[in-house]
């Protein structure tokens, strides 16, 4: 049976990635992204837990995810797993929504799963078109009917999706975002955040979904990625990511993205 495979694309044009996950897929731990992801299952099934809710994707079913939404998923049954989707960094997705509603804000997705044959329709041609290097203006015109199809009928402002969280808690987030390249403590984020331990870990949990350190490790893992995919080589990356060694950086990166540093790299720079 087919081991996993990990393939994306850079589409200079839309400024949109294309990416695609085949095989048997490792199970993915509970994390985040920096990015907005639009992604479809096209055969077998998988357990994805997002916000704390369950769902279970099949064939044609669509994820949606917001920035910083934390998720977990495994790939169910014994049939050969084939995930295909599209990131849109918030830049791309404000442009896109300015284009679209002639509004300048970040819409937020209101739904995890959707099961739409217009929307599927769209999302599988432009994944299509950014792989094989399609002309401009029909890119163009899929994304823009995406695009009206996810603010009218899944999306709105960004900001009312957000759930209320305590002050502290986002300076705690700060405080990891400015120092995730360093050796940082949780005391350290306690005195920033300025709460006892027992009282930030509850408090980040509810709020996050994860916890202070598995925050750190997806920051970490998300930028990391960047760096990659500037040719820069994995154990420079681990350095200039806070990992306190190689292997350490291989094991997390392994388990978060499916794939290992160096393979990730290539995908990229080939």
């Not at 077998?44 to 994820?63: A, M, P, R, W």
């Not at 299509?128 to 995406?146: A, P, Q, R, T, Y």
């Not at 502290?168 to 987030?173: G, I, K, P, T």
């Not at 870990?201 to 996050?208: E, G, H, I, P």
């Amino acid at each position: 049976m087919k081991r996993e495979t990990f393939k994306a694309y850079k589409d200079e044009d839309t400024h949109i990635e294309a990416y695609q996950l085949e095989g048997i897929v490792q199970p993915f731990p509970n994390h985040f992204h920096d990015h907005y992801t639009i992604g479809f299952i096209q055969r077998g099934h998988c357990l994805v837990s997002c916000k704390n809710q369950e769902y279970t994707f099949s064939s044609e079913d669509i994820i949606l995810l917001n920035p910083y939404d934390n998720h977990t998923c495994m790939p169910k049954g014994d049939e050969t797993f084939l995930y295909r989707g599209l990131i849109i960094r918030p830049e791309v997705m404000k442009e896109l929504t300015l284009k679209v509603t002639g509004q300048n804000y970040l819409p937020g997705f209101t739904k995890t799963m959707v099961h739409d044959e217009e929307l599927y329709y769209y999302l599988r041609n432009i994944f299509h078109m950014i792989v094989n290097g399609l002309s401009e203006i029909e890119k163009e015109e899929s994304l823009f009917f995406l695009m009206t199809i996810l603010i009218a009928k899944y999306s709105q402002s960004f900001e009312k999706c957000l759930s209320k969280c305590q002050e502290e808690v986002e300076r705690a987030c700060d405080f990891i975002n400015c120092h995730y390249t360093e050796h940082i403590s949780l005391e350290q984020i306690c005195q920033y955040a300025t709460l006892s331990k027992s009282t930030l870990l509850r408090a980040f949990t509810k709020s996050k979904g994860i916890t202070p350190y598995r925050y750190l490790i997806t920051i970490r893992i998300n930028n990391a990625k960047k760096l990659l995919e500037q040719g820069v080589l994995p154990v420079d990356a681990a350095c200039r990511t806070g990992f306190s060694d190689q292997s350490h950086f291989t094991n997390y990166f392994t388990t978060f993205i499916g794939v290992s540093p160096g393979t990730y790299r290539e995908i990229f720079i080939s």
